[in-house]
């Protein structure tokens, strides 16, 4: 479903977020099971906190453009944990990496 029509909207729905929370967003694709974003978060900010964030308010969204009235989780969406690392002059190493998963794959997710 992910990769229908809710798809197109999921990276102007990150996007938006991911600004309410002062997280630049550099590079993101997504893939069959998972999504690959690169953005900046600010110190002021635990990471967990703006995944958390992302996952459960990109959860509501979905369900609502699916048509769900009730409101829905990131808990039913997105799975438990994250991966997440310091970057800092390997900006475009990273950013290229996460271009390189979409061409392996072939799905064209980049958002």
């Given at each position: 479903m992910l990769f229908g029509k809710v798809r197109r909207r999921l990276g102007e729905i990150?996007?938006?977020?991911?600004?309410q929370k002062e997280t630049p967003m550099f590079e993101g694709h997504f893939k069959p099971n998972h999504v690959h974003m690169c953005i900046a978060i600010p110190p002021k900010y635990l990471v967990g906190s703006v995944i958390g964030?992302?996952?459960?308010?990109?959860?509501?969204?979905?369900?609502?453009?699916c048509g769900r009235?009730?409101?829905s989780?990131?808990?039913h969406?997105?799975?438990r944990g994250y991966a997440g690392?310091?970057?800092?002059?390997e900006l475009e190493q990273v950013r290229q990496y996460i271009r390189k998963?979409?061409?392996?794959d072939g799905t064209g997710g980049q958002f």
């Open positions: 990150f996007r938006a977020l991911a600004r964030f992302l996952e459960g308010k990109n959860a509501i969204a979905v369900a609502r453009l009235d009730q409101n989780t990131g808990k969406l997105w799975d690392s310091t970057v800092g002059f998963q979409e061409e392996a």
